[in-house]
């Protein structure tokens, strides 16, 4: 079936480190995909997102690109802050029913000074 | 920026009250969502509503029950709490349509404990 799977965590890194958090997708057809970020004691925040095989999104340093053959998106930073340490999860909206949205499990980041 | 709202943020209630937690958005989105996330984070989807007087329940089976009267609005209810309800509630937003990138909106949250 449909679903999204990402890497455990937590990941602890140290302040300006790179960043990788893997996310892999099982769907028919394209579905759109998205990062969320969820700091403590908040709601979810839409960080990024993609709609179509090999677009690339984008906000405050992270990047993900859609790789339709690898079905995967990988999130990315360059230079990790402290301010990042969050929760990110990854998700899908289906193309055949878009009212239909899949989350991972999340991974929890944290950066040390 | 997205506007939809929860309240109360946190609530600590007995076993057995009745309690409802509110959600409320100011988008016009029809769809809206109920998650709650347990302490390792994952989201279960528990109701979901298409519109005015349309409700379904989600994957993760839950005694609440919600209710859809107005599109802005969509309250969660427990007839009587119990501490296996303790946990984080997510209301989330979504416009309804054929294209595929509409994002879902989150809430703050409502972090819930029954004693």
């Known amino acids: 079936g449909d679903s999204v799977t990402q890497m455990e965590g937590p990941v602890t890194l140290s302040e300006e480190a790179f960043l990788t958090i893997n996310c892999t997708y099982t769907a028919t057809g394209y579905p759109s995909l998205f990062w969320y970020v969820q700091y403590p004691g908040e709601g979810l925040q839409l960080l990024l997102k993609?709609?179509?095989?090999?677009d690339k999104g984008s906000n405050k340093g992270f990047e993900a690109t859609y790789r339709k053959e690898t079905t995967s998106f990988h999130l990315e930073k360059g230079s990790v802050q402290v301010s990042d340490s969050a929760v990110y999860f990854c998700?899908?909206?289906?193309?055949?029913?878009?009212?239909?949205?899949?989350f991972g499990s999340g991974t929890k980041l944290n950066v040390k000074p | 920026e997205a506007d939809i709202y929860q309240t109360p943020r946190y609530l600590v209630i007995g076993t057995g009250k009745k309690i409802t937690l509110e959600c409320s958005q100011t988008m016009g989105h029809d769809k809206m969502y109920w998650y709650q996330q347990d302490p390792g984070m994952e989201l279960h989807l528990i109701h979901y509503?298409?519109?005015?007087?349309?409700?379904e329940k989600g994957d993760l089976s839950s005694e609440s029950t919600v209710s859809r009267i107005r599109t802005e609005h969509f309250p969660l209810t427990l007839e009587s709490a119990r501490p296996s309800h303790t946990s984080q509630y997510l209301c989330?937003?979504?416009?309804?349509?054929?294209?595929?990138?509409?994002?879902?909106?989150f809430g703050p949250g409502t972090r819930l404990t029954v004693t």
């Open positions: 998700a899908l909206r289906l193309e055949y029913n878009f009212n239909k949205f899949y």
């Open positions: 993609a709609t179509k095989a090999d």
């Open positions: 509503s298409y519109g005015v007087n349309s409700t």
């Open positions: 989330a937003s979504s416009e309804y349509g054929g294209k595929s990138s509409y994002e879902q909106y």
